[in-house]
């Protein structure tokens, strides 16, 4: 008990030098850089935003969490539209070898393309829909980003069911539905679960390109007014809200599946 | 006069990266309906492919397996699995687990008929008080109860058990063992056991199956297990014909095992080959 106390009490004291060093290095930083924002002056700049989160002053100038809350939104949105695309591709490249051999492909040279190449492709998508084509191709984007370590971690879970899970099924005759949702589904849970909270990172680092591109309001386009405002204390604020909001969903996703591995 | 389960020049080819492996050659096997086989052989002979096949989990390279007059061609609920690991799926209750087949077999029956059906095995084999955990809050005697019950709730033709047992301390297996005689006792199910222990052959046993070893693993003899039933243990460790049988069973597994008998001498009249043991086990009551 004590010696657990003592773990957490030095673990503290090393994040809290880690933060310290963080700040000296940023100090030193402006030896350097002259128009960087000291960080006195960057708390003087983003005050406003920061001790009035909520606060709504016009369309452009509302407070960090009021920002960030729409940001969520549209992830909440293009991440759920990559889940329920993303885990069913998963499930069927873990189950067909000819599935994968048809797929596999196209699925590892789409990858690894970036958020800004995805956009204006979403946008050309969904042109027909006039006044909705920005937010279907934001939408478009993180979803087709975001949905990849879905479908792999899902593939693989698949591949790892235990064949006595599957022969249990076997003996019992079930019929192909209760098989997927009896046992292949909850047996691929953990693992999928990786996928998703992998996804949930990816979905919340495309954001800002996202918003950057649409000029929709949220914690993007704030960095993106104050680089052309040349408010530049505002893009570290910027910055260190989508890494914190970021962590937190991260440890928000581990919680869950921890849950889900153990079961 | 038919059998009730017939394994016919039973034959098993894994295909491997050296080239196909025959590790069943030959086997022939006939059950009598009520009986309990126990089989018997090293490890990695192919006891467990033998099982397999006969489960359905395996297909069978040539030859076939005939189970009260039908072919057998996949697996299905009426040949209950008792697997070495229980193999419960862990995120059910160990009730769920067995109602999972319950429903699928008795999928006539109403809901609360079909609960109690779960609920009486489950309190059969003593899992009443802890039927509403999951199998990573039981113990591995407690989840291998739950895979007897899983399996007889089935209420399946026949019984195939992979080394079930293989996994616990002796004292939680010496429970099992009389958890299971008692369930199979109450309705004489045709069993088949796969086990590397002896004495467990012939506690449970009505005969126990010698296999020689692999590849091309066969029948090597069968002994006929004497012993009355109800069976009592603390009876048959001072009985001496136990222990000659079980010498007898030692004696396979550590010298004959290692040959396949010759095709024209019926297994049963293979003797053994040293003189002074010979006499020994002519004397035995071997079929
Ligand atoms: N799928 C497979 N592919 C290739 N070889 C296999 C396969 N399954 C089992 N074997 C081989 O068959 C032999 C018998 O295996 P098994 O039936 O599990 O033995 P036992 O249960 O008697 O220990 C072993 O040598 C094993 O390596
Ligand atoms: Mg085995």
Redesign the pocket.
Known sequence: MNSKFQNAALSTALALIGVGLFFLLWLALNRFAPDLPTPTSTWQGARIYIVEPFAYRGEQDQGLLSLTSKSLILVAKGYFIALLIGAPIGFCLGLSKNFTRTFDPIVQVLRPVSPLAWFPLGMVLFLGTGGQALEYGALFTIAVCAMWPTVLNTAVGVRAIPQDYLNVGRVLRLSKTKMLFKIMVPATLPYMFTGFRLSLGIAWLVIVAVEMLTGKVGIGQFIQDAYMNANYGNIIVGILTIGIVGYILDRLMSVVEARFKTA | MSHFLELSQLHKT?P?PKGP?T?VKDFNLKFRKGEFIALI??????????LSMVAGLEDVSRGGIVLTGKEVTSAGPDRGVVFQAPCLLPWFTAFENVMLGVDQVYYTASKLERRQIAEYYLSLVGLADAMHKRPAELSQGMRQRCGIARAFALSPKMLLLDEPFGMLDNLTKMELQDVLLDLWQRDQKTALM?THDVDEALYLADRVVMMTD??EATVGDILEIPFPRPRNRRELLENPEYYRLREYLIHFLNERSHHRPAPSIPPAATPAPDSGIKRFFNSLSVV
């Open positions: 894994f491997t492996l590790v052989g090293h490890s990695g002979c192919g006891k467990s492919t033998v796969v692999g590849p």
